[in-house]
C-alpha cells in the first residue's frame, strides 16, 4: 500500500521511541520470520543498529514487503497484552488506527485485525492477501436451477431484473459478513470467507440467501416461476490466487463445488460437517439429519424447515 511520507515518518518517529531495536525485530519476525536487520540494512553484524536507523529500515522494508497492515495488526496486539509476560506501550500507535481508518482499513476490534471499509469496497484479495497465501476458508458456492430454460421462456429485461435481484441478496449476505464473492458465472456464484468466526459466517450467509429469495419469490419475481438455487458450503484450506482459474485448484473449493452439483437439491442449503464444529447449537438446530454425499457427511437447510 501507498502511505503519504507524513505517516511513513510518523511511523518510524512511533517505532524508535517506543521500542528497542532489539524489540522491534523481534516483532517484525512475527510476520516476516526470516527478517534478517544486518542483511536488509547492510551494516554489519558487528556494528550496532540505533533504534532510529533501525525503525527506518524496518518501515520502509515491510511497505516494500507489503505486510504494513501485518505489522500494524501486531503491534496493535502487543501494546494491549503484551508479549512473552512484558508490557511494551507504543505511544501513538492510535493515530496510525486512525490514517489506516481514512485509507479504508478499519480495525475490527474483537478478531484485533483490519478490514476493509466494505462501505467503500470489498476487493477478492480483502486487500491484504497475497498470492499464494494459504488460509482455512470457508467456500460458499451457488447455482440457479434450470437457467437455460428461465432464460428462453423469460423476457430479457424480466431475467436481468431476477439476476440482478439475486446477485444483490448474495452480495449482501456475504459482503455484510468479511466475505467476498470472488465470481459470478453466468447463473452461479463463487464466494469464500477468510477472517473472523468465517464457519458460522458462511453458514449464515447461506441461510440468509435462501431466506432473502424465499421472500423474493413472493413478492418481487418478475419471471414466470419461482427462482430456484442450490447452495453449498465447505471449509479447508485454500491458497489465494489473484487467478480464478488457480482458485479451482484448490480441494476445498472442488468440494464445495461437487457438493452442490451432486448432493444439493433445489431449494435447499448443504453445508458440511467441517463447518458445524464452531456454529451455535440454535442455528445447527435448523438443519436436518446428517447425510451421505461424495465429500463426505453434510446437513440440508431449507426455508421449509423452519418452525413456526
Known sequence: MRLKSSTISLCRKILYESLTTDAMVRFVRLVEPEYDLHERSGIPVNIPITNQMAAERIVTDILADDRFIDFVEVLVKIDAEGHMGRSYPIKGLGQIVKILAQDGFVLDRSTGQFFENTNERASPDWGRLHEGDERQTSILRLDVVDNSALVQRNRPECVDAAFAALRAIVTRAVVG????????????????????????????????????????????????????????????????????????????????????????????????????????????????????????????????????
Not at 467476498?180 to 440468509?208: C, I, P, T, Y
Not at 413472493?218 to 414466470?224: E, F, G, I, Q, Y
Open 177 to 308: 459478513r468479511f466475505g467476498r464473492v470472488w465470481s459470478w458465472e453466468g447463473d452461479g456464484a463463487l464466494a469464500a470467507f477468510m477472517f473472523g468466526r468465517k464457519e458460522r459466517s458462511a453458514v449464515l450467509a447461506g441461510m440468509e440467501i435462501l431466506n432473502e429469495l424465499f421472500f423474493f419469490n413472493r413478492a418481487r419475481n418478475p419471471l414466470d416461476s419461482p427462482l430456484r438455487v442450490r447452495i453449498a458450503a465447505h471449509s479447508g484450506l485454500v491458497r489465494y490466487s489473484d487467478s480464478l482459474m488457480e482458485l479451482l485448484k484448490n480441494d476445498a473449493v472442488k468440494d464445495a463445488i461437487q457438493m452442490e452439483a451432486s448432493a444439493t437439491p433445489a431449494d435447499t442449503f448443504s453445508a458440511s460437517s467441517n463447518l458445524f464444529l464452531s456454529i451455535d447449537r440454535t442455528i445447527q438446530d435448523r438443519f436436518g439429519p446428517d447425510r451421505q454425499s461424495p465429500v463426505g457427511d453434510i446437513r440440508h437447510y431449507a426455508v421449509n424447515l423452519e418452525k413456526a
